[in-house]
């Protein structure tokens, strides 16, 4: 039994120096990840990738550098994020999903950067935009809800199947405070849209998001601009809905008009809402929960996408809540 877990290696030959740097990382330090997940030494060599260590090992390292193909075969640098998370579905058998995962290319920001969910919940949320009419995405900060959602809509806005994109989020600290701001009433609140924008500017440009601002096929505006209109032929993204109260809630899903889709996301545990005052998303998640055409998408601190450090703060402070409702 001893020598069937012997030390041996294997060899991988990468199509070009763009998948081998793409796949090495900065000083190799991709492979120090992946040696140090799985205890295998992996060694590139000009462009032969060598996996050495024990036959265990070796299997392992092997199949998530074979679940990473569609990144560094592509020349896309791989991040912690995309190593756990390609690590988590082999160890928990969903090796064939993740492959599958990692072949949905979304769009290509800017910059050039390949956009794909980058978890397999992601991947569920992205797919449940594409089937219903309304969305709701719950989930902590970093787990790509408002992305993804910008995506999808910038999507169907190239292929036509909307006309115009609407974005909006309460504007929840803005209250008596708003008057002190200077400016207009769009400059004093656009710091609170400022991720919609954000994303706009990675998928579209500056340039193109402020010409199609400007002729109307892109709005973003606080909620309140949204009572009394019927949105038609619109993708709608509702966000950081965890500050809109049931009334306001109830006011902009029934804003939905003929052809027209909306997503929701928020953290239900980041709430600005004044003490006892009940959040509409959670009511919204609850009220509609099994109601046809409306999907509902939870994601975790596991979904995060953002600094690895996120992730374990996200799982920190979630654990600190359960122990307080527990009244520990």
């Not at 990692?102 to 991947?123: D, E, I, Y």
């Not at 929960?289 to 600094?307: F, M, N, P, S, Y």
Request: a neutral charge; proline letters at 5%.
């Amino acid at each position: 039994m001893a020598g069937a877990d012997r030390a041996t290696a294997f060899s991988l030959d990468l199509p070009d120096g763009g998948a081998a740097l793409a796949l090495a990382g900065e000083a190799e330090a991709t492979l120090h990840r992946i040696g140090a997940l799985t205890g295998a030494t992996l060694v590139l060599r000009g462009l032969t990738l060598v996996i050495q260590g024990r036959v265990s090992q070796l299997e392992r390292a092997a199949a998530l550098v074979e679940l990473l193909r569609p990144l560094w075969q592509e020349g896309q640098a791989i991040t912690a994020v995309d190593l756990q998370t390609a690590l988590s579905a082999l160890d928990s058998g969903r090796g064939e999903e993740h492959r599958a995962l990692g072949q949905q290319v979304l769009a290509r920001s800017q910059s050039g950067r390949l956009l794909r969910p980058r978890t397999l919940n992601q991947k569920a949320y992205v797919e449940a935009m594409e089937r219903h009419d309304l969305t709701l995405a719950l989930g902590p900060a970093g787990t790509g809800k408002t992305f993804l959602a910008t995506v999808q809509a910038v999507r169907l806005l190239s292929e036509r199947k909307v006309e115009r994109l609407v974005l909006t989020r309460p504007a929840v600290e803005a209250g008596e405070r708003l008057g002190f701001l200077p400016g207009d009433l769009q400059q004093k609140v656009d710091p609170y849209l400022r991720p919609l924008y954000d994303a706009l500017h990675t998928l579209l440009g500056a340039e193109r998001t402020a010409a199609l601002l400007e002729k109307g096929v892109i709005e973003v505006a606080p909620l309140a601009y949204m009572r009394g209109r019927t949105l038609a032929d619109a993708f709608v993204i509702l966000d950081e809905a965890q500050n809109t109260t049931p009334a306001q809630m109830r006011m902009v899903l029934t804003r939905l008009g003929e052809n027209a889709r909306m997503v929701v996301t928020g953290d239900p545990t980041q709430s600005d809402l004044p003490p006892q005052q009940p959040s509409g998303l959670i009511e919204a998640a609850e009220v509609l929960e099994g109601v046809e055409g409306v999907a509902i998408c939870r994601l975790t601190a596991a979904d995060v996408v953002r600094h690895p450090l996120v992730q374990r703060l996200v799982q920190a402070y979630a654990e600190r809540d359960r122990r307080r409702s527990r009244g520990l």
